[in-house]
């Protein structure tokens, strides 16, 4: 005789609840009806493995996972000098760096976010974050030998050159506001700061490129050749 599916649902939980009552261990945990469907129709439809929703990505985390353990390293600059990250693209005032390269943690790149975010609060504006912490920092202890491996990591942190521009602000603020909230931000990250505002002259290294001062200037060897030296010692001929 053959039985048909809800009937054969209802001796399976039938079964079930009575072993629950005579095993200890799993009358602790109840029997729910729902996880025995009595037909076909009423099984939960299978949940979607994709969306079409953009995922939020934080400036704080790297796109991709490490997956090598990254070096100490040094903030990448170009042999015959750039000017790449040094003025401003999106925003009409700017944080840049102004003494030398340095290591800005993630948590030190928060607080100086959320000063500024502070100080702003109930104005209509938009903030830029030109970097992102995708450095790995390892650690090891104290008395850890040497030989015993790189450590285990520590935190995000990203490599920032000297006169990149950290931060960027747009919107219907005054100046002297966002110089408040700028100098406030500058004061919770490690290192100096300077206020930049739209149109300012970009920068290669320390050496802001105005006044006359060019590109084509400041890659020109500054020691006078051997050849031009001698020439300009000799007489002239006429």
Not at 31 to 58: D, E, G, K
Request: glycine share 8%.
């Amino acid at each position: 005789m053959k039985l048909s599916t809800s009937h054969s649902s209802l001796v399976a939980r039938t079964c079930l609840s009575a072993h629950h009552r005579t095993c200890p261990l799993l009358s602790q945990f109840p029997v729910s009806n729902a996880s025995f469907p009595t037909s076909h129709h009423q099984r939960p439809s299978p949940t979607r493995s994709f969306t079409t929703t953009r995922p939020t990505l934080s400036w704080l985390l790297p796109t991709v996972g490490d997956r090598i353990k990254t070096r100490k390293g040094r903030p990448r600059v170009a042999t015959g000098g750039s000017t790449r990250g040094t003025t401003l693209m999106y925003g009409d005032y700017g944080l840049r760096l102004h003494d030398h390269h340095r290591r800005i943690s993630a948590a030190q790149l928060k607080n100086g976010e959320e000063v500024i975010k502070q100080r702003l609060r109930g104005m209509k504006y938009r903030l830029y974050m030109r970097i992102n912490a995708n450095i790995g920092v390892y650690t090891s202890g104290n008395d850890t030998r040497m030989g015993k491996g790189k450590g285990r990591f520590d935190y995000w942190a990203s490599r920032v050159a000297v006169s990149k521009i950290i931060f960027e602000l747009k919107g219907e603020i005054h100046e002297q506001v966002a110089r408040d909230a700028f100098r406030l931000a500058g004061n919770k990250l490690p290192g100096m700061y300077e206020f930049v505002k739209k149109g300012d002259p970009p920068v290669m290294g320390i050496t802001k490129l105005s006044e006359g001062t060019t590109v084509a200037d400041l890659r020109r060897p500054r020691k006078k050749l051997p050849m031009e030296a001698t020439a300009a010692r000799l007489p002239s001929t006429s």
